[in-house]
T-cell receptor, first 115, second 117 residues
Framework: DTEVTQTPKHLVMGMTNKKSLKCEQHMGHRAMYWYKQKAKKPPELMFVYSYEKLSINESVPSRFSPECPNSSLLNLHLHALQPEDSALYLC??????????????FGSGTQLSVL | AQKITQTQPGMFVQEKEAVTLDCTYDTSDPSYGLFWYKQPSSGEMIFLIYQGSYDQQNATEGRYSLNFQKARKSANLVISASQLGDSAMYFCAMREANTGTASKLTFGTGTRLQVTL
């Protein structure tokens, strides 16, 4: 199983809503990532979890709250988002965060629209 | 300073022809890795090929090969025998080893490839 599964695939939410994005992998990877990708732009790193601990937060606003309940799951909790937060949110995983040859496996993403 | 540069916003190639997608990078770290990913309209980022900074030979993966010129800091992707299914956005990315506790994959701006009949 070499898949990273993200749910939901599409999400529309209002600025006062609370929602969560979910990501799951069963490859035994110990590093998991959230990326944000605006239309026609490259992915931008948001968070990195290593061994279920948050190791990188790229100065992401607190309305985005990541959670890693166990080594297979990664959540992104959303609250009071702005329309400019509309984007494709990609989850990725890798074996660990060290060597330069560690490739990331990506999910298909959640297309988020904030109204 | 931009670390990964892809100067071709869009490229066209005829089916069965070869195409080269350009990528240049900037780093002072002697140990780094270079990746190419493909992103079709479905959104998923698909790993294509990897080149390590200490690798002596150019990487190859099926129809994909990487033209690695270390002194020029370039890592161009060559796709041979293009297929219609190759139409997608292609991203060059770099991971530097000496990033402390961080493990960041930095992406270029991408090249949109369109394969025509």
């Amino acid at each position: 199983d070499t898949e990273v599964t993200q749910t939901p695939k599409h999400l529309v939410m209002g600025m006062t809503n609370k929602k969560s994005l979910k990501c799951e992998q069963h490859m035994g990877h110990r590093a998991m990532y959230w990326y944000k990708q605006k239309a026609k732009k490259p992915p931008e790193l948001m968070f990195v979890y290593s061994y279920e601990k948050l190791s990188i937060n790229e100065s992401v606003p607190s309305r985005f709250s990541p959670e890693c309940p166990n080594s297979s799951l990664l959540n992104l909790h959303l609250h009071a988002l702005q329309p400019e937060d509309s984007a494709l949110y990609l989850c990725a995983s890798s074996r660990n965060r060290g060597p330069s040859n560690e490739k990331l496996f990506f999910g298909s993403g959640t297309q988020l629209s904030v109204l | 300073a931009q670390k990964i540069t892809q100067t071709q916003p869009g490229m066209f190639v005829q089916e069965k022809e070869a195409v080269t997608l350009d990528c240049t990078y900037d780093t002072s770290d002697p140990s780094y890795g270079l990746f190419w990913y493909k992103q079709p309209s479905s959104g998923e980022m698909i790993f294509l090929i990897y080149q390590g900074s200490y690798d002596q030979q150019n990487a190859t993966e099926g129809r994909y090969s990487l033209n690695f010129q270390k002194a020029r800091k370039s890592a161009n992707l060559v796709i041979s025998a293009s297929q219609l299914g190759d139409s997608a956005m292609y991203f060059c990315a770099m991971r530097e080893a000496n990033t402390g506790t961080a493990s960041k994959l930095t992406f270029g701006t991408g090249t949109r490839l369109q394969v025509t009949l």
